[in-house]
């Protein structure tokens, strides 16, 4: 399951698709909301962020599941989504994500959240990355007066299971190390 996440995630960074692209009700209040990871270490060759939308029970939202993931080539110190619109005046559920893989090796962190966004406010989540990819910790953040101020939100225990995963603990890392072999002829 660990791989499948990992690959299922690079392949949608790759391919720059959102198999079912979130968009809010359009007579629904509106407040923005990017998702970053800091603290990247490690050498990896690829890495991406992006977010899943939820409903309240895990299951897919209604209006779409997947906002924007960004996917880099390299070693950035930060990656960030860019500002997207999201539903405002009632509870907001989604899942982060961040993953890396280089030579032999993918990394990923799974952070879920909620939080009730207020209209017209902006928003900063932010997956803090612990060590090469051991495990990641989340803030989020009003950003709307250019100033960054500590929003409450709700950390669930279990990330809710989705593209197939099994739920696992709230910001706990998933690692892949692969076998490589280079037969000599």
């Not at 791989?3 to 959102?18: E, H, M, N, Q, T």
């Not at 509106?30 to 690829?46: E, F, Q, R, Y």
């Not at 070693?75 to 280089?102: C, K, M, N, W």
């Amino acid at each position: 399951m660990k791989v499948k996440s990992a690959l299922l995630v690079s392949a949608l960074a790759l391919g720059g698709c959102a198999v079912n692209p979130y968009r809010p009700p359009s007579s629904a209040p509106t407040a923005a909301l990017s998702v970053m990871a800091t603290d990247i270490k490690g050498s990896a060759t690829t890495r991406t962020v992006g977010v899943f939308v939820l409903a309240d029970d895990c299951a897919p939202n209604s209006n779409g599941t997947h906002m924007e993931n960004v996917f880099k080539w390299g070693h950035p110190e930060t990656l960030s989504t860019p500002s997207q619109v999201i539903t405002a005046g009632r509870q907001f559920h989604f899942v982060a994500h961040y993953a890396d893989s280089g030579m032999g090796t993918d990394h990923s962190c799974l952070v879920e959240a909620r939080f009730n966004p207020i209209r017209d406010r902006k928003y900063k989540g932010v997956i803090i990355i612990n060590g090469d990819v051991a495990s990641c910790d989340f803030g989020l953040y009003d950003v709307t007066s250019g100033t960054e101020e500590l929003v409450p939100f709700e950390m669930p225990p279990l990330v809710c299971p989705i593209q197939g995963q099994r739920a696992r603990p709230n910001g706990q890392a998933a690692r892949t190390i692969w076998k490589v072999q280079v037969n000599s002829y």
